[in-house]
């Protein structure tokens, strides 16, 4: 039975489909240190030594069971398939593709490749999402892009050197880097015109594309500025004319999944032809900046034939979808958006008469994330309350709380009171689940089991009540949380509500699991969206960003796309050397 709010794909409980003619290698598997029916999965083992799996590398297939379809590929050798008969290293993705494109020979190929690290599939909660653990981003650490023919675009430019860069060498390893392949689509739009715009935004934004030399190994620390079509528009615009602040401001440089996801906004907003330059971007300006896009795209692919007039794209991009106006999705200019940002920063965007943009979920292919976002995606994969509890749920929000203040900027105290709403609600999940069989004891016991949770010591000093009475003897929380000893102000804190509500609590008896945790995902909504409408005031700070595995969590419904735009994931590239015929 489907539970609401919990990912049908990531939780199936069900055994994984393996599809196609080829399969993983035993000393592929041996590498990775994970069984055949296992791999695409985490083993995540809970403080008891208890564990449970979650599929974070997988995707449904197309007979609707969830597992992987893995395809061979190689930058340099031939490739047997089942026929006994050789081909190029390319040749079987790209016949997959246009299959699932139904693509005609001539058509161009357009996909995204979302690379992630097998080996990373087991460990405890602690080890899979600390700080420093390619987990926070679920194990996905680059998204490129796929033309067909073995050549591949990235950001930084030459990362993978146009090539697949699935193995090792391309991951400084000894294992494989195998990559998930997605297909990106609108609605109503033949998906061979959607390929085509999409490569000549990818090969004009990738020509030269910047990677935030400060951090360039702490990438998802990097600032990601286009988040909203205005802001999209007018990076397109520039970086044809090469205006110079692209290219010495370190903040508007993007790194690998800025990059492509900036590549889909412009390109399922913009056709390529000059009525739809001149549409968005005015007559005249509109006209030069079609001429140059011609010219930059040419001196990039080469003259001979060069950007035709049989090459143009007509179609209904997705603002035109939504039912927006030319006025806007307007550009900005450069001017009207550091007038905007400054009065954003400043927090006086009250009286701000400036030009602002759509929403980053208005007209994008999909929203950035936010901090909130991407706390909750991670909880919801490898710490949902039905998998560890509602305690070690709260324990793991509670911890990302140095991270997001680093990030962010906005105080611990002030992550605390957007968090504890949340883990509010999922201690009254958990007395609804428990207190009633256990209503002399529970509240001393769960408030003793919380303060270890939160870091702090079992010991005689460990009171519910003390700790209740301080809290009233205070004018707020945040003053009772600034003067007691964290782990036992918090643990009281997220025994609040309970206490509060204790007598309906016990009245209602025991609620099932289940039902506990859709009454819980149902309760925080408005919480949720509470968090992520926080925002920086500190301009070098962090407020929005694409993580690599952003399309991976679209194509698996954890994270929404805009309502126009499908991203399919289809299969999983392997290389060669870890591949090998399915025995008959």
């Given at each position: 039975?489907?539970?609401?709010?919990?990912?049908?794909?990531?939780?199936?409980?069900?055994?994984?489909?393996?599809?196609?003619d080829f399969e993983l290698t035993d000393q592929a598997l041996k590498n990775y240190k994970i069984a055949r029916d296992k791999f695409g999965s985490t083993e995540v083992i809970l403080p008891n030594?208890?564990?449970?799996?979650?599929?974070?590398?997988?995707?449904?297939?197309?007979?609707?069971?969830?597992?992987?379809?893995?395809?061979?590929?190689?930058?340099?050798?031939?490739?047997?398939?089942?026929?006994?008969?050789?081909?190029?290293?390319?040749?079987?993705?790209?016949?997959?593709?246009?299959?699932?494109?139904?693509?005609?020979?001539?058509?161009?190929?357009?996909?995204?490749?979302?690379?992630?690290?097998?080996?990373?599939?087991?460990?405890?909660?602690?080890?899979?999402?600390?700080?420093?653990?390619?987990?926070?981003?679920?194990?996905?650490?680059?998204?490129?892009?796929?033309?067909?023919?073995?050549?591949?675009?990235?950001?930084?430019?030459?990362?993978?050197?146009?090539?697949f860069g699935v193995t090792g060498e391309a991951n400084q390893t000894i294992f494989g880097y195998p990559a998930n392949v997605q297909i990106i689509s609108l609605k109503n739009v033949p998906q061979?015109?959607?390929?085509?715009?999409?490569?000549?935004?990818?090969?004009?934004?990738?020509?030269?594309?910047?990677?935030?030399?400060?951090?360039?190994?702490?990438?998802?620390?990097?600032?990601?500025?286009?988040?909203?079509?205005?802001?999209?528009?007018?990076?397109?615009?520039?970086?044809?004319?090469?205006?110079?602040?692209?290219?010495?401001?370190?903040?508007?440089?993007?790194?690998?999944?800025?990059?492509?996801?900036?590549?889909?906004?412009?390109?399922?907003?913009?056709?390529?032809?000059?009525?739809?330059?001149?549409?968005?971007?005015?007559?005249?300006?509109?006209?030069?900046?079609?001429?140059?896009?011609?010219?930059?795209?040419?001196?990039?692919?080469?003259?001979?034939?060069?950007?035709?007039?049989?090459?143009?794209?007509?179609?209904?991009?997705?603002?035109?979808?939504?039912?927006?106006?030319?006025?806007?999705?307007?550009?900005?200019?450069?001017?009207?958006?550091?007038?905007?940002?400054?009065?954003?920063?400043?927090?006086?965007?009250?009286?701000?008469?400036?030009?602002?943009?759509?929403?980053?979920?208005?007209?994008?292919?999909?929203?950035?994330?936010?901090?909130?976002?991407?706390?909750?995606?991670?909880?919801?994969?490898?710490?949902?309350?039905?998998?560890?509890?509602?305690?070690?749920?709260?324990?793991?929000?509670?911890?990302?709380?140095?991270?997001?203040?680093?990030?962010?900027?906005?105080?611990?105290?002030?992550?605390?009171?957007?968090?504890?709403?949340?883990?509010?609600?999922?201690?009254?999940?958990?007395?609804?689940?428990?207190?009633?069989?256990?209503?002399?004891?529970?509240?001393?016991a769960t408030f003793e089991e919380l303060v270890v949770a939160y870091g702090g010591k079992n010991d005689a000093s460990n009171n519910l009540d003390d700790e209740l009475k301080k809290l009233k003897?205070?004018?707020?929380?945040?003053?009772?949380?600034?003067?007691?000893?964290?782990?036992?102000?918090?643990?009281?804190?997220?025994?609040?509500?309970?206490?509060?509500?204790?007598?309906?609590?016990?009245?209602?008896?025991?609620?099932?699991?289940?039902?506990?945790?859709?009454?819980?995902?149902?309760?925080?909504?408005?919480?949720?969206?509470?968090?992520?409408?926080?925002?920086?005031?500190?301009?070098?700070?962090?407020?929005?960003?694409?993580?690599?595995?952003?399309?991976?969590?679209?194509?698996?419904?954890?994270?929404?796309?805009?309502?126009?735009?499908?991203?399919?994931?289809?299969?999983?590239?392997?290389?060669?050397?870890?591949?090998?015929?399915?025995?008959?």
């Open positions: 039975m489907q539970i609401p709010y919990r990912n049908p794909i990531f939780h199936d409980a069900g055994k994984s489909t393996y599809a196609g030594g208890a564990s449970f799996v979650v599929k974070d590398y997988q995707y449904r297939l197309a007979d609707g069971s969830v597992g992987m379809h893995f395809v061979p590929v190689s930058n340099n050798d031939s490739i047997m398939g089942p026929d006994k008969n050789y081909k190029s290293g390319f040749y079987y993705i790209d016949d997959f593709l246009r299959k699932k494109m139904n693509l005609k020979a001539n058509e161009p190929i357009y996909a995204l490749i979302n690379y992630f690290h097998p080996e990373l599939n087991k460990g405890t909660i602690q080890e899979l999402l600390s700080p420093t653990s390619e987990k926070i981003e679920m194990g996905f650490t680059h998204l490129g892009a796929y033309y067909g023919k073995g050549y591949t675009t990235n950001a930084p430019m030459l990362y993978h050197w146009h090539r061979a015109t959607v390929n085509k715009n999409l490569t000549y935004v990818d090969v004009c934004l990738n020509s030269g594309v910047e990677f935030p030399s400060a951090n360039a190994q702490i990438y998802k620390h990097s600032k990601f500025r286009p988040v909203d079509i205005n802001t999209a528009l007018m990076f397109y615009r520039d970086w044809i004319n090469y205006e110079s602040y692209l290219h010495t401001d370190d903040s508007w440089n993007t790194y690998c999944a800025a990059h492509k996801t900036l590549v889909a906004t412009i390109a399922l907003n913009l056709p390529h032809n000059l009525a739809s330059f001149q549409e968005v971007y005015g007559t005249t300006e509109g006209a030069d900046l079609f001429k140059k896009f011609k010219l930059f795209y040419n001196n990039v692919i080469g003259p001979d034939p060069g950007f035709l007039p049989s090459d143009e794209t007509y179609f209904e991009p997705v603002w035109k979808q939504q039912g927006l106006t030319v006025e806007q999705i307007r550009p900005f200019t450069l001017a009207e958006y550091e007038a905007y940002e400054k009065a954003r920063i400043n927090g006086d965007m009250g009286s701000f008469k400036g030009k602002k943009p759509l929403p980053p979920d208005k007209a994008t292919s999909w929203a950035a994330q936010t901090s909130a976002d991407v706390i909750f995606d991670i909880v919801q994969m490898y710490a949902d309350m039905l998998d560890v509890g509602p305690i070690l749920c709260s324990a793991v929000i509670l911890g990302f709380m140095d991270t997001i203040d680093d990030r962010m900027g906005i105080s611990k105290l002030n992550y605390l009171w957007h968090a504890m709403p949340i883990v509010d609600k999922l201690m009254i999940a958990d007395a609804k689940m428990n207190a009633a069989k256990n209503p002399d004891s529970y509240l001393k003897s205070f004018k707020g929380i945040l003053d009772f949380v600034k003067s007691d000893p964290m782990p036992k102000a918090i643990a009281a804190w997220a025994l609040l509500g309970v206490v509060t509500h204790w007598d309906s609590i016990i009245k209602g008896g025991t609620v099932s699991p289940t039902d506990a945790y859709v009454q819980f995902m149902e309760g925080c909504k408005q919480d949720l969206e509470n968090a992520k409408a926080l925002y920086i005031k500190d301009p070098k700070k962090i407020e929005f960003n694409t993580p690599p595995a952003i399309t991976h969590l679209i194509s698996n419904g954890m994270y929404e796309s805009d309502e126009f735009v499908t991203v399919t994931e289809v299969c999983t590239i392997i290389d060669i050397s870890e591949a090998q015929l399915k025995s008959i």
